[in-house]
T-cell receptor, first 111, second 114 residues
């Protein structure tokens, strides 16, 4: 079967660094997405990884290990506006690459 | 103006009523999607459309129907609403055909079925 696991909730302090993990089990692999979703709002695209390694975009970086079925999102210099849910998703080989979504990790930033 | 617009933003209805959620986009994308989001669960795909003549069921299509009236418009209907269809509904679009195409979401419709 296909499955994605993420921690339900994490708490971090403003200015600190936090790592949000995602593990996946899929038949075949066509990359992994991270989206950010503020409460009551639409998800917005953060990153897409298809090759192993770390990709950096400003304060946010995303890492992928295909052999381990594992990804993480690294957020540096945390700001209060980073309080949101972070959704991990992978395209399904079984259905026209439609995305299989994790339940999301709610990140709470404290002053 | 938003690229992907959903109406209404909020809707309260009663069990057994028929309702329609509408989505329009100005991104010029061929692919459109309807998802629902429930607390503690990931986004789940209801229906998707690769072009005006192509409609596909997602993982939870029972109790829903869709209409792709034009490239820019994709509506979702609940023929006879039931309480477990209470959820946050999102429309989304994507521009390409590959697995790496990112989605652009509308602002969502919070639906409550009493």
């Amino acid at each position: 079967g296909q499955n994605i696991d993420q921690p339900t909730e994490m708490t971090a302090t403003e200015g600190a660094i936090v790592q949000i993990n995602c593990t996946y089990q899929t038949s075949g692999f066509n990359g992994l997405f991270w989206y950010q979703q503020h409460a009551g709002e639409a998800p917005t695209f953060l990153s897409y990884n298809v090759l192993d390694g770390l990709e950096e975009k400003g304060r946010f970086s995303s890492f992928l290990s295909r052999s381990k079925g594992y990804s993480y999102l690294l957020l540096k210099e945390l700001q209060m506006k980073d309080s949101a849910s972070y959704l991990c998703a992978v395209p399904s080989m079984d259905s026209n690459y439609q995305l299989i979504w994790g339940a999301g990790t709610k990140l709470i930033i404290k002053p | 103006d938003a690229d992907v617009t959903q109406t209404p933003r909020n809707r309260i209805t009663k069990t057994g009523k028929r309702i329609m959620l509408e989505c329009s986009q100005t991104k010029g994308h061929d692919r459109m999607y309807w998802y629902r989001q429930d607390p503690g669960l990931g986004l789940r795909l209801i229906y998707y459309s690769f072009d005006v003549k192509d409609i596909n069921k997602g993982e939870i299509s029972d109790g829903y129907s869709v209409s792709r009236q034009a490239q820019a418009k994709f509506s979702l209907s609940l023929e006879s609403a039931i309480p477990n269809q209470t959820a946050l509904y999102f429309c989304a679009t994507s521009g390409g055909t590959g697995a790496n195409e990112k989605l652009f979401f509308g602002s969502g419709t919070q639906l409550s079925v009493l």
